[in-house]
């Protein structure tokens, strides 16, 4: 079951210049970075409790988000959902119709399990599902 919106993924070129504006010019703790090998990112993370904001940029200019930002400057990249059940979810979701980029979640940041809902499913919305790991953290 969906159980709150877990973070807002923001694309972005430079990552430590992000970084910085997010931390001495908005105030918000940094709590580090993670490089998700699996999804070829290096994340950075701001806990906005129950939420938060996550700053990706492409791990060794490859991937997804590597692809998102060779046609535009950064911006809102996904919403992500937490699922207290991930295999339940996207076996629900599966068969109200939504069509999924990958057959079944992978590893993400902190030891979780992440899906993304293809944009055509969500009105142009790049939608992922988290399940957290077993730290508790998305």
Do not use: W
């Amino acid at each position: 079951m969906i159980t709150a919106l877990d973070h807002i993924a923001v694309a972005v070129p430079d990552l430590e210049k992000a970084i910085k504006r997010f931390a001495e010019d908005f105030g918000l703790e940094f709590s580090g970075t993670e490089d998700v090998e699996a999804a070829k990112t290096s994340t950075a993370f701001f806990p906005l409790p129950p939420t938060s904001i996550e700053l990706v940029h492409p791990l060794n200019g490859a991937g997804p988000i590597a692809k998102f930002l060779e046609k535009r400057p950064g911006g809102l990249h996904h919403l992500c959902f937490r699922s207290d059940d991930i295999d339940a979810d996207v076996a629900r979701l599966k068969g109200l119709g939504y069509e999924f980029l990958a057959d079944e979640p992978a590893p993400g940041a902190h030891g979780s399990r992440v899906i993304f809902i293809h944009p055509r499913s969500c009105d142009g919305v790049l939608v992922e599902i988290n399940q957290p790991g077993p730290d508790g953290h998305g």
